[in-house]
């Protein structure tokens, strides 16, 4: 068996491939937690003003910005939504 050549034959090529960004897997897909209401532990940035309000009425904070969460998602109107669709 023939030694392999120490350069090879087109350098050029070589470097490229030897800088070539790695390919990585994609992220497993994450499917939700199985049974309804089970709450995740999670680590969210919000501003300070946001936190202070809903800390004022004391213990209880995080259940209300779940309640408040909860009901921006299910679309549920607010007194902001009725004022904007009134302007329109």
Do not use: C, Y
């Not at 969210?44 to 936190?51: G, K, N, P, Q, Y």
């Amino acid at each position: 068996m023939a030694n392999p050549p120490r350069r090879p034959p087109n350098p050029m090529a070589a470097a490229e491939a030897a800088f070539k960004p790695i390919k990585r897997p994609a992220a497993p897909v994450r499917e939700p937690a199985a049974a309804p209401n089970i709450r995740e532990l999670v680590s969210l940035r919000i501003d300070r003003a946001v936190l202070d309000h809903f800390q004022e009425d004391g213990p209880g904070w995080q259940d209300r910005i779940n309640d408040t969460l909860r009901r921006a998602v299910s679309k549920e109107p607010t007194n902001a939504e009725d004022k904007r669709s009134d302007d329109d």
